[in-house]
């Protein structure tokens, strides 16, 4: 069932992001790369390109179909096997022949540029038929894989024939992935010779499990093609991921037709995603045995993703050190064109003593890229180092109260503080080396994350000063009036604070302390504990003392004003009470109590 022959195994790319399309020359490029790791498939599916998904019954004009003769003749060149993509899905009506001859119209032209394999693409799309294709077709599977089996046989079967099911991950499957009559459909009605797409368990998948994969080609009744989105960065335009390939065992290979990677929009900084897959894809058949016990995060014993990463920063690093652009430090010698000439007077420009010194860049390292892969690691999960600094982050907030004590826990909060500032200054001086590389064109790909992560840095470093009492000028960053650049800000984000449930999805947050949570009616002896729950939050938070409340509040919050009994409830877990809420509903007895209360803190 899941025997692939000898036909190869699938590794390589899949441009299939949303977003602004690859160049020609960058793809080119990518060619090239894939040749020199052992990679060996390009699948040309960039939603944004028009033709390929929303104006996909119109033919090429004759400048664009030079421009994928000669794409095509690159990835020829270089070994790499080129797979045209299309995707009709958004408005096809697949009982109809004219849209069907407008399907094999359009990749019979893309095959007369010398395009010999293929894929038809259904993801992202409506699932309900039109009213022609419910009176022909029993289902949407049913549509699908008839059409899809008529255009495969018009090509003549090619040899390399992709299909992408509209539901192409399990959390997609109706109920289960082993009782989805729509899998079933495609597994029985679709012709052996096509290979199917699978993204994993969820559209961006954390894992992919051999069992899951068992389960899947069971039902397709062959080895899926993994369209791996780990690396994708499409559905959010403040993340990067630059960490390896993971969490996918090598005992997937042989269960497996292949292994696509679909990553980030940018081009260059998937130089890591791609050398890591292909050492991934390599592993197996140079497995050396290993005779020491593996980490948490070294499970396999043919692949280290710790180890595919070093290799890849490594080859990285040799990429940012050459000159791309007029603005990078050009070899002395490159030229025979004489140099212009400048007036620079009697001599180059030397500072006295007492002047500020002449700016020196320093060279990056592969410790700074190995920082920077640790602050845009994965979807699921950030680097070691950012981790760190997020803990620490975390004890220096918690504990903040012990700085401005005369005792040993304010000296180990000081120690700390320090240690966390050493942390922040060391990914300052990572983007200062960064911004000073040669290659400018990597650089500018990168320019948007790495300003984005060193102001979030310069931020926290500043707060943490002003807990420890630093009078420090970046406390003005902390005000109520901070200024724009200071924050993130825009429409988006003002949309998700006003949800439930808002930071469900942060990767560092604090876990409950227990899983069960009590709610019950307040008492008079839960007063202290109410106190004590507003001081912590008021200490996060920064907000008014009990004596700056208004009289309603403090009245509630002291014991002075009784809430009323439905509208008074308290929270308990295992470590007791954790949360409140006290109302009063009678307003005019509410006003009158209050009134009370202001003579009597005036008198």
């Not at 997609?172 to 029985?188: D, F, H, I, M, R």
């Not at 009990?546 to 002291?558: A, E, F, I, S």
Request: with cysteine; charged share 25%; proline share 6%.
């Amino acid at each position: 069932m899941c025997d692939t022959g000898t036909r190869p195994f699938i590794s390589g790319v899949v441009e299939g992001f949303y977003g602004r399309p690859w160049t020609m020359e960058q793809r080119t490029e990518l060619f090239k790369r894939e040749q020199k790791w052992g990679l060996n498939t390009y699948l040309y599916a960039p939603k944004d390109d028009y033709k390929h998904r929303m104006y996909w019954r119109d033919l090429y004009t004759a400048e664009e179909a030079e421009e994928l003769r000669a794409l095509m003749a690159a990835a020829r060149q270089h070994g790499i096997n080129f797979i045209y993509a299309i995707s009709p899905g958004l408005d096809m009506t697949f009982s109809s022949s004219r849209d069907t001859s407008s399907l094999k119209r359009k990749l019979d032209q893309v095959k007369q540029f010398g395009c010999s394999s293929f894929a038809l693409l259904f993801d992202d799309i409506e699932s309900e038929m039109c009213p022609a294709d419910k009176r022909a077709f029993s289902s949407f599977a049913h549509a699908q894989a008839v059409v899809t089996n008529e255009v495969y046989q018009h090509l003549e079967e090619p040899e390399s024939f992709l299909f992408c099911p509209t539901d192409y991950c399990a959390v997609y499957c109706t109920p289960n992935v082993s009782q989805s009559a729509y899998l079933k459909t495609v597994g029985e009605e679709l012709l052996p010779g096509i290979d199917v797409l699978w993204t994993g368990p969820k559209v961006v998948s954390h894992k992919i499990s051999v069992e899951s994969i068992e389960e899947v080609s069971a039902v397709l009744r062959r080895a899926p093609v993994i369209w791996d989105n780990i690396h994708a960065n499409d559905y959010d335009p403040q993340r990067l991921f630059l960490g390896p390939y993971k969490d996918r065992s090598t005992e997937l290979i042989p269960k497996l037709r292949g292994v696509l990677t679909n990553p980030n929009c940018e081009f260059y900084p998937n130089f890591v995603a791609i050398h890591t897959l292909a050492t991934w894809c390599k592993a197996p058949a140079h497995a050396e045995p290993r005779d020491v016990e593996m980490g948490e995060e070294e499970q396999d014993p043919c692949y280290s993703p710790q180890k595919a990463l070093t290799l890849a920063l490594t080859d990285w690093l040799q990429e940012f050190l050459m000159a791309d652009h007029p603005g990078g430090h050009l070899k002395k010698g490159s030229s025979d064109e004489e140099p212009m000439q400048m007036d620079m007077g009697d001599s180059a420009h030397i500072p006295e003593p007492e002047e500020n010194p002449l700016y020196t860049a320093e060279p990056l390292t592969l410790n700074d890229l190995k920082l920077l892969s640790d602050l845009f690691y994965l979807p699921y999960e950030h680097g070691r180092t950012a981790r760190k600094m997020l803990q620490e982050l975390d004890w220096l907030k918690k504990h903040s109260a012990a700085a401005s004590a005369d005792t040993e826990e304010a000296a180990a909060w000081h120690s700390r503080a320090l240690c966390f500032d050493d942390m922040c200054e060391v990914v300052v001086q990572m983007f200062n080396h960064l911004s000073n590389a040669p290659n400018r064109s990597v650089l500018y790909d990168l320019y948007n994350y790495i300003c984005d992560i060193k102001r979030g840095v310069c931020l926290a470093r500043a707060y943490v000063k002003i807990l420890g009492g630093h009078d420090h000028p970046s406390a003005q960053l902390m005000t109520n009036e901070m200024e724009s650049w200071t924050t993130r800000g825009g429409l988006s984000g003002e949309f998700q604070r006003m949800l439930p449930g808002h930071g469900d999805g942060d990767l560092f947050r604090h876990p409950p302390r227990t899983q069960v949570y009590c709610i019950r009616p307040y008492g008079p002896e839960d007063q202290i504990q109410l106190e004590r729950i507003f001081r912590e939050m008021s200490a996060e938070s920064g907000a008014a003392s009990v004596g700056q409340l208004p009289l309603l509040c403090r009245g509630l919050l002291t014991g002075e004003l009784c809430p009323s009994p439905e509208s008074a409830l308290v929270l308990e877990d295992d470590a007791g009470l954790c949360g409140y809420a006290l109302a009063v509903i009678d307003a005019k007895q509410a006003a009158a109590k209050t009134q009370v209360l202001k003579e009597r803190s005036v008198s």
